[in-house]
């Protein structure tokens, strides 16, 4: 955005700056197995053929908007369908760890049922208060919301007069809107 600012005046009177960031938030394509309710986490999954009609849909949708830059967790199923925009913009893609979702440590690739079973007690915990719960080897979302913010700290300049396509999980997305 160069030149004049978009605002009227009342408008930049009422704004610390005129600056914008347009951030374009988008979760991955459905996962294989989502019938069978396996907890993912940051288990490195692949998408379901769904996912992967809706990874082309919203690389399509995405490309006639022209982002700037394209940013994605670095885990395959957000990655994916960022390498596919970054081809079709000739644009180069960012893989970013800290835009993963929400480590469930050791109970990744196990389903919630085998859970209940297993750890009841762990798994109720984590559904009562899932904010400051800690899976046993992973983080709360607590603790991933500091890793995402970290990431937006860090980004803040580069995001400002600029579109960006952040692609990534569900919880992040969670985080940065309620930011």
């Known amino acids: 955005m160069s030149g004049a600012s978009p ?5 930049r009177a009422a704004m610390r700056s005129d600056r914008v ?8 394509g459905a996962v294989r197995e989502l019938e069978q309710r396996v907890v993912r986490g940051q288990l490195d ?4 053929e769904v996912g992967r009609a ?3 849909a919203v690389v399509e949708q995405l490309a006639r908007r022209v982002p700037d830059r394209i940013v994605a967790s670095d885990l395959k199923r957000c990655a994916g369908a960022a390498q596919a925009l970054g081809v079709r ?33 762990g798994a ?14 992973g983080e709360s979302f607590a603790q991933m919301a500091i890793r995402v913010l970290a990431w937006l700290g860090r980004e803040r300049e580069a995001l ?20």
Do not use: N
């Not at 605002?7 to 408008?11: G, K, L, S, Y």
């Not at 999954?45 to 379901?48: A, E, I, Q, R």
């Open 7 to 11: 605002f009227d005046a009342a408008t």
């Open 21 to 28: 960031a347009v951030i374009d938030l988008v979760r991955h």
């Open 45 to 48: 999954t692949g998408l379901s």
């Open 54 to 56: 809706e990874e082309r």
């Open 89 to 121: 913009l000739k644009c180069a893609v960012e893989l970013e760890p800290l835009l993963r979702e929400q480590s469930l440590g050791r109970w990744e690739g196990r389903t919630w049922e085998a859970l209940q079973i297993e750890d009841g007690d």
């Open 124 to 137: 109720s915990a984590y559904w009562r208060d899932f904010v400051h719960t800690v899976p046993p080897g």
């Open 160 to 179: 400002l007069d600029r579109t960006t396509a952040v692609i990534t999980h569900a919880g992040p997305i969670r985080v940065l809107v309620a930011h």
